[in-house]
């Protein structure tokens, strides 16, 4: 099993956005305390650090600490384009409860 994976969408989104941003290097993935749920995700764009995986795909660099990547394990991330608004969706079979917004995870 990948210990990450993009879906297509989400590579080329990613692609598309550090491509328009002056310096910058690729999206890093976190997962951090807080939320309604107890973690959170959050996606910035950013340079690698010497501890990260990186991953790369179709043209997208996705990096990821040690501590949050234990938590992404398995974890797939998406891009998706609604009506309602265009956002990253993480798919993580270790978050065992979810707020409704999607960006808040529990693993109890």
């Known amino acids: 099993m990948d210990r990450f994976r993009l879906t297509g969408r989400a590579a080329a989104r ?11 290097a690729a999206l890093r993935v976190a997962v951090s305390a807080g939320g309604c749920n107890g973690f959170q995700y959050r996606f910035d764009l950013d340079h690698a650090a010497d501890d990260d995986t990186v991953i790369e795909q179709g043209g997208a660099r996705v990096v990821i600490d040690p501590a949050s990547l234990d938590l992404l394990e398995g974890a797939e991330l998406d891009y998706a384009d609604e009506l309602m608004g265009a956002y990253f969706a993480v ?3 270790q978050a065992k409860t979810a707020c409704g917004c999607g960006t808040s995870f529990s693993v109890d």
């Open 14 to 24: 990613i692609a598309e956005i550090v491509a328009a941003q002056a310096g910058a």
């Open 91 to 93: 798919r993580n079979p």
